[in-house]
């Protein structure tokens, strides 16, 4: 590990096309101090093998991606997103890893994501909120138990209708002040708010109420790709002020992993390595500097 | 003018293909109240014979579009932003609205809207949004004395790079509360804010204050066109819950007309009669029971 990568961690959706095991070896290679683990890659290499190959190539896990889709209406819908996120904090716990990130998911009017509202679906987004609040506090019991903290993630208004009705950093704390802030927190991704004309205050209130879980970077790039979830570009290809972002964060105390989420096809199309390299060159010029 | 569309206003950008005299006209014969103007549309026609036209046809002009773009660095720019914005206000006066929605502009990195950054371009938010609100306290005395409102347009932050960096309608408001609110305003325009978990709060703030200058409905459409900009649909086409955000506005005392602002490119293929059919049909069924 190189000292000043020691904080960088790669997140397997930037390296869609590598298995876990390929994926933590071209970060361990690269020098990297953690990898971010989402569910499907970590159940195609099995629960208990992919904690063992991340800690044996000495890695720590920062966050596992992720929980959530807790916005259904049905009972049975809900008691299924219950069990879906109980399996999700066992996973984490194992993984060695405290922060599971939560996608809340959409409205009921939308079938599946990126696709056309159905004409009598419902639309409340008041009542989808309070259900995501209600949900979230039925997890907390279980995931204190297993000591892993369900971490809210606010995302880009962009996706309010079909991904996650949390939108910003400010309404996510508000849902999490009723817990304990070891068990609910949020994480700062950039794409998702760095827009937000209150993301400086609400920052510092995370770090002052200790609910700082994660810090996630890449960049809002122009045009939106025709699939707009993979707008996503490396750090400096879009609009991104990262030197005030990553300021804030560090000022608000936040010394964990910085996970490198993109979603793009032009990096999935890249070889690991150079995906790895052109990730680490951009943190340790855009990054790194505002981060102590 | 039949009774039930009295306070419904076409916006010309909806029908993009017609002539601002085509668009009284088919506004007319519809029934509708109001229209709303682009001042391009107002320029095709010159400004006295658009005021004309709008004024012999018996409809009130709902509000002018646009000024704005105020996020110059440059002191030439600036000049030029300030230059242009007060021939907006006096159009706006001639035409006979107060009201001068503000489409505030992106970021310097941004080079044209819906384009990638420039590699070296400033990002700096926080300082654009201050030059927002610097230009906006220039131009307020030129408005007070030609007695119409700047109307501010918090847009959707899929568009805070490259349109508008206000985002929410508490920012907007902000920056309104240092002037009088009959010549600092703001509009709620669904497209943009119905993902905002404190719309209601800052819808009844916005009323309170006296600054609701505007509410204009259509609806968030997935999946996102193309061209970001279009993916805008009649009401009831999308994800937006109408009943809720109406309610919310007319609870907040707005008794203004409410305009119907479609970009999309199908809705500019169909003919304007049908178009306004179809939006009066959706703004009866949709609208017009929550608005009172």
Redesign the interface.
């Known amino acids: 590990m190189s000292a000043d990568l020691s904080r960088l961690s790669l997140n397997t959706a930037t390296t869609k096309a590598l298995t876990l095991e390929e994926a933590v070896e071209v970060a361990a290679r690269a020098g990297l101090g953690a990898v971010g683990l989402w569910r499907d890659r970590v159940a195609e290499a099995g629960l208990q093998r992919a904690a063992a190959v991340v800690r044996e190539a000495g890695l720590r896990v920062s966050s596992l991606c992720r929980g959530g889709f807790l916005t259904a209406v049905d009972a049975e819908g809900q008691r299924a997103a219950l069990e879906d996120n109980r399996a999700a904090i066992v996973e984490a716990a194992t993984l060695g890893t405290r922060e599971l990130v939560m996608v809340v998911g959409g409205?009921p009017?939308?079938p599946s994501p990126?696709?056309?509202?159905l004409?009598d679906g419902d639309?409340?987004?008041?009542a989808t909120?309070q259900r995501v609040a209600d949900r979230i506090a039925e997890l907390v019991p279980f995931a204190e138990e297993h000591d892993v903290r369900l971490v809210l993630e606010p995302m880009?208004?962009?996706f309010?209708?079909?991904r996650g009705v949390l939108?910003?950093l400010?309404?996510s704390l508000d849902l999490a002040a009723d817990f304990a802030p070891q068990t609910v927190g949020v994480v700062v991704d950039t794409y998702h708010v760095?827009?937000?004309?209150?993301l400086?205050a609400q920052i510092a209130r995370a770090g002052a109420e200790g609910r700082l879980a994660g810090y996630q970077v890449c960049d809002?790039?122009?045009?939106?790709a025709?699939?707009?979830l993979l707008s996503r570009g490396y750090m400096?290809?879009?609009?991104?002020?990262f030197r005030?972002i990553t300021r804030w964060v560090a000022e608000a105390g936040y010394t964990g992993d910085v996970e490198v989420e993109i979603f793009n096809q032009a990096v999935w199309d890249t070889p690991g390595d150079t995906v790895v390299a052109t990730m680490a060159d951009r943190y340790r010029r855009l990054v790194l500097p505002h981060l102590s």
Request: proline content about 9%; some cysteine.
């Open positions: 409205l009017a939308c990126g696709t056309a509202a004409p639309r409340d987004l008041v909120r880009n208004p962009i309010a209708a079909d939108s910003t400010e309404q760095w827009w937000d004309p209150k400086e809002w790039v122009l045009p939106l025709d699939d707009s400096g290809d879009g609009y991104v002020d005030a």
